[in-house]
């Protein structure tokens, strides 16, 4: 049998629960559509409450991206980066498992939110990837958060039919191959360096 909680972890678990409504809720409206009073109704507390806990709606908004983003899941596994992002972005996710990105497609227009995920971008991605790859540019790593957002948008938002259709092991070799393309193809200037195709019978 469980114990009751604590008066001290009453709070903690009515923030968590608070935490996860607004992942709902800002997965299914635009950041603009989304009020704390709304919120407040989903997890039955007063919205003053809802205040106390995160300040702001858009300080709770950066708390559901993060933890939806799970990055320290990404980047606390050794190993080969580029498997792991490619490996998680193509992992089936639960039925009740919602991602950042289906935070981020609900709130594109709008310009407070789009500052936010902007922040979090580089704050829970590019910069822990920059700071794990040795000699990676701010702009490789913005680079890799753009082709994997566009393979996310493409097969779970679009449904784009080649991604949907093609086995999961399949595409995740080959993103794993673009991925590792980035991370090794600048020189020491900072340029993308072009690497011609090798003749024909020569592979």
Same mark, same amino acid.
């Given at each position: 049998?469980?114990?009751?909680? *604590?008066?001290?972890?009453?709070?903690?678990?009515?923030?968590?629960?608070?935490?996860?409504?607004?992942?709902?809720?800002? @997965? *299914?409206? @635009?950041?603009?559509? %989304?009020?704390?009073?709304?919120?407040?109704?989903?997890?039955?507390?007063?919205?003053?409450?809802?205040?106390?806990?995160?300040?702001?709606?858009?300080?709770?908004?950066?708390?559901?991206?993060?933890?939806?983003?799970?990055?320290?899941?990404?980047?606390?596994?050794?190993?080969?980066?580029?498997?792991?992002?490619?490996?998680?972005?193509?992992?089936?996710?639960?039925?009740?498992?919602? $991602? @950042?990105?289906?935070?981020?497609?609900?709130?594109?227009?709008?310009?407070?939110?789009?500052?936010?995920?902007?922040? %979090?971008?580089?704050?829970?991605?590019?910069?822990?990837? %920059?700071?794990?790859?040795? $000699?990676? @540019?701010?702009?490789?790593? *913005?680079?890799?958060?753009?082709?994997?957002?566009?393979? $996310?948008?493409?097969?779970?938002?679009?449904?784009?039919?080649?991604?949907?259709e093609s086995r999961p092991e399949q595409i995740e070799a080959a993103l794993a191959q673009i991925i590792q393309e980035i991370l090794v193809s600048e020189d020491?200037? $900072?340029?993308?360096?072009?690497?011609?195709?090798?003749?024909?019978? *020569?592979?």
């Amino acid at each position: 049998m469980s114990k009751p909680a *604590t008066p001290s972890q009453a709070p903690e678990r009515t923030r968590e629960r608070i935490l996860k409504a607004a992942i709902i809720r800002f @997965s *299914t409206h @635009s950041y603009e559509a %989304t009020g704390l009073r709304d919120l407040a109704a989903d997890v039955g507390v007063d919205v003053a409450y809802v205040h106390r806990c995160f300040g702001s709606k858009e300080k709770l908004f950066r708390e559901a991206l993060k933890a939806s983003m799970k990055p320290e899941r990404l980047f606390a596994e050794d190993g080969d980066i580029a498997a792991i992002l490619s490996r998680e972005m193509m992992r089936e996710r639960g039925a009740d498992e919602i $991602g @950042s990105l289906d935070i981020a497609i609900r709130s594109f227009s709008s310009p407070e939110a789009a500052r936010v995920l902007r922040d %979090t971008l580089m704050e829970d991605f590019v910069t822990p990837l %920059t700071e794990r790859q040795q $000699g990676l @540019s701010e702009m490789r790593a *913005t680079l890799i958060a753009a082709v994997l957002g566009g393979v $996310g948008i493409l097969k779970d938002v679009i449904a784009a039919g080649p991604l949907r259709e093609s086995r999961p092991e399949q595409i995740e070799a080959a993103l794993a191959q673009i991925i590792q393309e980035i991370l090794v193809s600048e020189d020491d200037d $900072g340029a993308l360096q072009h690497r011609p195709h090798p003749p024909k019978g *020569t592979q």
